[in-house]
């Protein structure tokens, strides 16, 4: 007699548990759940893409502020108003127009072939 009740209570626990595990897994298969958990979702992924983003410019600002000092050092900026920057060794663009280049027959860019 107590075998038989033992397993008949394990086989209620049992189709207990199953039925249970089944409607729980049909609720999550509803039209509803499924859309419920599609937009969980696409929060989350905004969300990230936005700290993404957010850190990015954070990033892009500090690089930004990064390299106006390097300039303002190297332009002399930066330097004390009664002090002037030192002077450059090279120009940072060349003027052909300028006279220099023009009076001075030796420089490549006034050479000319036919002479």
């Known amino acids: 007699m107590f075998r038989r009740t033992f397993w008949f209570t394990t086989g209620v626990a049992a189709g207990v548990w199953a039925t249970t595990k089944v409607n729980r897994k049909l609720r999550q298969l509803t039209p509803e759940s499924l859309a419920a958990q599609a937009a969980n979702k696409a929060l989350a992924a905004g969300h990230r893409i936005k700290d993404r983003a957010t850190d990015f410019a954070f990033d892009v600002r500090a690089g930004m502020l990064q390299r106006e000092a ?19 060794r090279h120009a940072a663009i060349e003027n052909r127009n300028s006279p220099k280049y023009v009076e001075s027959p030796t420089h490549p860019y006034n050479r000319n072939e036919d002479h």
């Open 70 to 88: 390097e300039l303002g050092e190297a332009l002399g900026l930066n330097a004390p108003v009664d002090q002037l920057p030192a002077p450059r």
